[in-house]
């Protein structure tokens, strides 16, 4: 891909990444109620939660922010791949 075509995908990767984040949140909040049974995570800084529970709540977070943004990332990829019939770098 030449630079006029990785230029004219960065704002779509910009945008799925965006995207990316706020379906990240809404599924760990969605995963954190039925795992844990409360409606919030904790904060780091939560002083009535223990480490365990802010720990395991930031793992979870981490994980699924990964798998959500890297499936976005080769979703996107893989369209831009179809529409021009290379691959973005």
């Given at each position: 891909?030449?630079?006029?075509?990785?230029?004219?995908?960065?704002?779509?990767g910009?945008?799925?990444g965006i995207a990316a984040g706020g379906l990240a949140g809404l599924v760990f909040k969605q995963v954190w109620k039925r795992v844990s049974g409360d409606d919030?995570?904790?904060?780091?800084?939560?002083?009535e939660r223990g480490?365990?529970?802010?720990?395991?709540?930031?793992a979870l977070q981490g994980a699924i922010f990964a798998l959500v943004k890297?499936?976005?990332?080769?979703?996107?990829a893989t369209g831009v791949?179809?529409?021009?019939?290379?691959?973005?770098?």
């Open positions: 891909m030449g630079i006029v075509g990785k230029v004219a995908y960065k704002p779509v910009v945008l799925l919030d995570a904790p904060n780091a800084t939560d002083e480490w365990g529970e802010v720990l395991a709540a930031a890297a499936a976005v990332d080769r979703g996107g791949k179809r529409l021009t019939g290379r691959w973005p770098t």
